[in-house]
């Protein structure tokens, strides 16, 4: 009883030195491979849905994962920075992809899983390899970073209504009341 006792303070005392953190950390990951590697990571643990917002090319590179994402239930709000073939129900294309690359001098990349965890940074132009990508599961960077992407949606239908002059379909129009009630 003697040991028992003794290890029982022990782990009292431990829990003691380490108290617990009130803060998550932001932590930088190193270029392309890196961050990819990350992503699928997160996309993999994925349990309800996530928030993407990327490029042709990063579409290419987890595809497959997001696939089977997809297929296991998660529901997937996908924003292509260009051409990205039809995966989900609430999927747009940003209107001014065009000028983004340059804009952003780079391709970003932000994907928010459950809520829970954030991966944002942009693949900056001949610095892919090196370029520093943030993943975080700090709440009020996941909740800003969120709230980013579904900005981006409704700058979709804005676009579409007002500077293109055109209504919003009946797929629009399901895609905004569901954004809106994603609240």
């Known amino acids: ?11 009292e005392q431990v829990a003691q030195l380490t108290p617990d953190s009130d803060f998550d950390y932001l932590l930088t990951l190193r270029g392309r491979e890196e961050a990819l590697a990350k992503a699928v990571d997160i996309i993999d643990g994925a349990r309800h849905e996530i928030y993407i917002r990327l490029f042709p090319d990063t579409w290419q590179r987890l ?13 997937l709000r996908l924003i292509g920075m260009g051409r990205i073939p039809a995966l989900c129900e609430i999927q ?8 983004l690359p340059e804009k952003l001098g ?3 990349i932000d994907i928010i ?3 829970a965890e954030a991966l944002v940074g942009i693949f900056e132009t001949r610095q892919e390899t090196t370029s520093p990508v943030i993943w975080t599961r700090n709440r009020w960077f ?10 981006d949606f409704y700058h979709y239908f804005l676009d579409k209504l007002y500077d293109r002059g055109e209504p ?6 399901a895609i905004y009341e569901r954004i809106k009630a994603d609240d």
């Open 113 to 115: 899983v459950d809520r």
């Open 106 to 108: 780079g391709e970003s």
């Open 63 to 75: 595809e497959k994962a997001l696939r089977k994402a997809h297929k296991r239930g998660v529901g």
């Open 142 to 151: 996941v909740i800003a970073n969120r709230d980013s992407l579904r900005h």
């Open 1 to 11: 009883h003697q040991f028992e006792a003794n290890l029982t303070l022990l782990e």
């Open 92 to 99: 747009v294309t940003h209107p001014e992809v065009a000028a």
């Open 168 to 173: 919003l379909s009946a797929r629009d129009k």
